[in-house]
């Protein structure tokens, strides 16, 4: 037996493992590291997030990736290059985090790395009935592992794909494991670009628990902030508070037939575009709109498209209880136009569940790759109506 697979076979024995969660999403902020601590598998599984770390991206990375991100006509040859040029990027960034954080690379079990999504096609998106659900995620995992010398495993939202399901989102899984709760209905939003929540009922009936996408989270935002204001993203909320929704405006974009399609789905930038906003506001009897009110109307088309959906779901009449997390959670904008929706909702920071909100999707990576090396689930187990599945191609160092 090669000397990495024993090494493997080592680990998936072992009473505790240290993984390390990596998660960069699609506003491409910065890559989320973060160092788990995780014993068990499943239901029965433990996490305590040893040191976390969100590290910016340069703008030169940012520049580079935008070239083909969520892009039908790109250069090819840029799209090859960047598969490695990721993944060198993100595992320095590893080992700068490792460093600052005092823990040695070779007490590092493995690595879960999301890489970076370039593009997202659900048959949705596509309309092409022939052809099946894609996405891509490029940062190759071979060039990850020498680059650290750690086991990592990569690419997960391949195998969710074969299993039938879209690819997204894939926090279901990490999510009935670790925050499931017998007697309360819970749901659990994350606010990144895409806004996406997971269901997670009372009596935790696998069948009934789904994760799924609403619609924009912060990526319309984030794509106005920087095309109308030059800046990144509307720090604080503050763009779209000194501005007012557009009704009719509003009224367009909620029209879209996504927002009417049955649960669960998945989209992206691909579709929620500028160019999308764009059809929407050349409807308008003047064809324009003032920016800062551009950006409250998508403050509350997010918090609207949020709301609408979560509701469809809670039909039990019981006080509900949500988590949220992601970059929009700190928009008050978006988060009061939650509470004015759902105001009889126990509303929470994902803290309150133990896991920082900006670190929770790196987690939850980590818990896929946990559940590669050492789960314990059934083989004809089924969650969100997707068989459970082992996520994640490995990469060994040599």
Request: glycine letters at 10%; aromatic letters at 8%.
């Amino acid at each position: 037996m090669k000397k990495h697979i024993q090494q493997l076979a080592a680990i998936s024995r072992k009473r505790e493992r240290t993984i390390i969660g990596l998660m960069s999403g699609t506003s491409l902020d910065g890559l989320d590291v973060a160092v788990c601590t995780i014993s068990g598998s499943g239901t029965g599984i433990r996490v305590r997030v040893r040191g976390f770390d969100t590290i910016p991206y340069a703008d030169q990375f940012k520049t580079e990736v935008r070239k083909v991100f969520a892009k039908r006509d790109i250069d090819f040859q840029h799209l090859t290059l960047l598969n490695v040029y990721v993944a060198e990027q993100q595992a320095a960034m590893v080992l700068a985090a490792l460093k600052r954080m005092e823990i040695a690379p070779d007490e590092i079990d493995l690595i879960a790395s999301h890489g970076q999504t370039v593009f997202h096609a659900p048959r949705t998106f596509h309309e092409l009935p022939e052809w099946p659900n894609a996405t891509l995620q490029i940062g190759d995992g071979d060039h990850f592992a020498r680059r650290t010398g750690i086991i990592t495993i990569s690419d997960f939202r391949q195998k969710h794909l074969a299993a039938g399901g879209e690819g997204a989102p894939l926090a279901l899984y990490g999510d009935y494991f670790l925050f499931s709760k017998r007697g309360q209905d819970r749901f659990l939003l994350n606010l990144g670009g895409i806004a996406n929540f997971t269901f997670l009922p009372a009596d935790g009936d696998t069948a009934k628990s789904f994760a799924t996408d609403t619609g924009p989270g912060n990526t319309l935002l984030d794509a106005f902030a920087r095309s109308e204001f030059g800046v990144a993203f509307d720090r604080d909320g503050l763009l779209a508070a000194n501005g007012h929704g557009e009704a009719q405006l509003l009224q367009y974009l909620l029209d879209d037939p996504f927002f009417a399609l049955p649960f669960p789905k998945t989209s992206g930038p691909e579709y929620f575009s500028e160019a999308w906003v764009q059809k929407a506001i050349e409807r308008l009897p003047k064809a324009r709109v003032n920016p800062y009110n551009l950006m409250a109307t998508l403050a509350q088309l997010t918090a609207d498209t949020v709301a609408d959906a979560i509701k469809t779901v809670a039909l039990t009449g019981k006080k509900q209880e949500l988590f949220v997390s992601g970059g929009g959670a700190h928009n008050p904008m978006i988060m009061k136009g939650l509470k004015e929706h759902l105001p009889n909702w126990n509303i929470y920071p994902m803290e309150v569940l133990g896991v920082h909100g900006d670190a929770k999707e790196a987690v939850l990576f980590a818990v896929l790759a946990n559940e590669t090396v050492a789960g314990r689930t059934a083989d004809d187990a089924v969650l969100g109506g997707i068989p459970v599945v082992s996520m994640g191609k490995i990469s060994f160092p040599g």
